[in-house]
């Protein structure tokens, strides 16, 4: 008889096994079996209500009554007639001696910035009682003057958050003012922002996320769009309260990074990015819009958790939570703990793929119906014989305001250049023009997003957006960076003169939201075949910092250097379009004939 092993009560017995198999078994069989019968009542249930519904008025009830219908033409004809509005950017700087709400005697503030309806949040600044923010946020409202209301709370983990105190500041009409300090309503603290407001045509709103557009369109229809009496709310109505149209096309389990994990679970609509978690009783709900977006990035938590980052837009703030930290004024969202990261980041990348497509659609009726029902000043019909009849409407000479800085440009380059001021916009700034495309793929430049050129109520001519993501080489930066440029360009009656002005600003190097790199190109024709380039640059501080100056002379030689590649990639773009024509316009026998000449 074999003696037992010293360690064999570690293992169960074959008995033991048998009984912990069946135990499993039968629970699953009934997990399964009260699955499918709370499934079949909730089908019944749904029948009947359906049914009820439909023998008490028919088919598919729509709630749609007759004030309703008055009430929507009537709004639709008082936001017809609005054809201006005002932008509200608000600069949030810096807090001071905020009470101590931790028991460490600092706090973990962050502020709720509301004008109206909208609501911005402040990113938050842990352990501190003077924090700094350098952030900004920009409201749209119809008519001045308004009241913009900055409250400061404290986060907590657990427990609600504290107020720690609020201000008001009146807005009376168009202004810009300095930095100012505002007392709290507290015992004690102030709060320093700088407030700027103009005013704005609805026309060019258009070209600003989150004002004139879809969304704008989906929320004004909401309360008047037909919906059917017998749709079930789901999540997005009962948690987040959003319209009865919102629907969810994916959903996942993951987790929100705060002082740690919050687990909890995605939604993705047609208009929303939404988060809910309920950890230690403390609701958290985080609602963005697809419109805010800026980008979305594959990212890391703690190095071992695939996650994904949400980039907003500047100007646009957190919504239900204070996001952890902002860099250059960008808020953004960390999520981890995906079942599947990469599937997730793909839908939510289709999402707002569709959501844009559908903006820039609505854009382009939206100028189209601008254009029929107005006259266009003037249009300038440019005959190149690689591009067949490009139609360009420029606007009047009429000059509202000033693209660019003009007290800090330099001179940088001043050349002859082979192609008319005509030609040099049509082969390479027109709307069917390559040159950017060929340009920032020969840099190793990604994601590149060309706007169409459209006509700007601020400036003469018009205005495009152009975004991509732009290697970096300094060891301070992140591998690549994203960079957004506007250009402007006025094209004169005759067709002798064109003045072309950029706008760029890099987000994620280091204070890339304290400046912008202004640039100038001006062409004046002074041959059938050439004409006088003149380029200056310079940089546009916005805030200011203690490395104003490094900023400024480093930048301004960095962008000269960038201006001449761009100058030597366009005289080689133009030199081989004039090839490629005169190729084209040679009669079949011209070959024949000079080799004919030369025997």
């Not at 949030?92 to 503030?109: C, E, F, Q, V, W």
């Not at 067949?388 to 009047?396: D, K, L, M, P, W």
């Not at 004409?531 to 310079?538: F, N, R």
């Not at 910092?545 to 590649?565: D, N, P």
Request: hydrophobic share 35%; with cysteine.
């Amino acid at each position: 008889m074999m003696e037992e092993s010293p360690i064999g009560f570690l293992f169960p017995s074959l008995w033991e096994a048998e009984v912990t198999i069946s135990a499993a078994i039968f629970l699953i069989a009934v997990f399964v079996v009260l699955e499918k019968s709370s499934s079949s009542r909730g089908g019944d249930e749904r029948g009947r209500v359906k049914s009820s519904n439909d023998r008490a008025k028919g088919e598919e009830i729509v709630v749609l009554e007759s004030e309703g219908k008055n009430q929507f033409s009537s709004n639709l004809s008082k936001e017809d007639s609005q054809d201006a509005a005002y932008i509200v950017k608000l600069e949030l700087l810096a807090a001071k001696y905020l009470i101590g709400a931790n028991l460490n005697g600092t706090s973990d503030p962050y502020a709720i910035i509301s004008c109206g309806d909208q609501k911005r949040f402040s990113s938050m600044v842990p352990n501190s009682r003077n924090p700094l923010w350098g952030e900004e946020f920009i409201f749209f409202v119809h008519k001045l003057p308004v009241q913009v209301r900055i409250a400061i709370y404290d986060w907590d983990i657990v427990c609600k958050c504290k107020v720690l105190g609020s201000a008001i500041i009146p807005v009376e009409g168009e202004c810009q003012t300095g930095a100012i300090w505002y007392n709290l309503d507290s015992k004690s603290g102030q709060v320093c922002v700088h407030v700027s407001s103009c005013k704005l045509s609805a026309s060019s709103a258009s070209s600003f996320p989150g004002f004139v557009g879809v969304e704008s369109c989906r929320k004004i229809s909401d309360k008047r769009v037909p919906v059917l009496a017998h749709q079930d709310p789901g999540p997005l109505q009962a948690i987040f309260k959003l319209p009865q149209d919102e629907v969810i096309h994916h959903s996942y389990s993951c987790a929100l990074e705060r002082s740690f994990l919050y687990h909890g679970r995605m939604y993705i609509s047609a208009w929303h990015l939404c988060f809910h978690s309920n950890v230690f009783h403390k609701q958290l709900k985080v609602i963005v819009p697809l419109e805010d977006i800026d980008e979305i990035k594959r990212s890391q938590h703690a190095f071992v958790n695939p996650a994904i980052t949400v980039i907003l837009h500047i100007g646009a703030g957190g919504h239900g939570v204070p996001p952890l930290c902002s860099r250059n004024g960008r808020v953004r969202y960390k999520f981890a703990s995906f079942w599947n990261r990469n599937h997730s980041f793909r839908c939510l990348q289709n999402a707002i793929k569709k959501y844009r497509a559908i903006v820039e659609a609505e854009k382009q009726a939206s100028s189209l119906r601008k254009v029929r029902a107005q006259p266009v000043s003037s249009s300038v019909r440019c005959n190149v014989n690689e591009v067949n009849s490009t139609e360009v409407n420029i606007a009047g000479t009429r000059k509202i305001q000033a693209f660019i800085n003009e007290d800090i440009l330099v001179d940088a380059v001043n050349v002859v250049f082979p192609c008319t001021a005509e030609q040099f916009f049509v082969v390479l700034l027109s709307d069917n023009s390559k040159f950017f495309e060929e340009y920032r793929s020969a840099r190793k430049d990604t994601n590149l997003n060309l706007s169409k050129w459209y006509i700007s109520d601020e400036y003469d001519g018009q205005v495009r957006k152009v975004t991509f993501r732009s290697l970096c080489h300094s060891p301070l930066c992140p591998p690549d960076t994203a960079v957004t440029e506007m250009q402007h360009i006025v094209l004169s009656n005759d067709k002798t003169s064109l003045v072309y002005e950029t706008m760029q600003q890099a987000h994620d190097v280091p204070f890339g939201s304290y400046f912008e790199i202004h640039c100038r190109w001006s062409l004046e024709t002074n041959s059938k075949s050439s004409c006088l380039l003149d380029i200056k640059v310079g940089v546009n501080l916005k805030k200011w910092c203690i490395l104003q100056s490094k900023i400024k002379s480093g930048a301004t030689e960095e962008y000269k250097r960038e201006v001449g590649q761009i100058l030597k990639a366009a005289r080689a773009y133009v030199l081989k379009s004039k090839s490629d024509r005169l190729v084209m316009d040679e009669p079949a026998g011209s070959t024949s004939s000079i080799h004919d000449d030369c025997k």
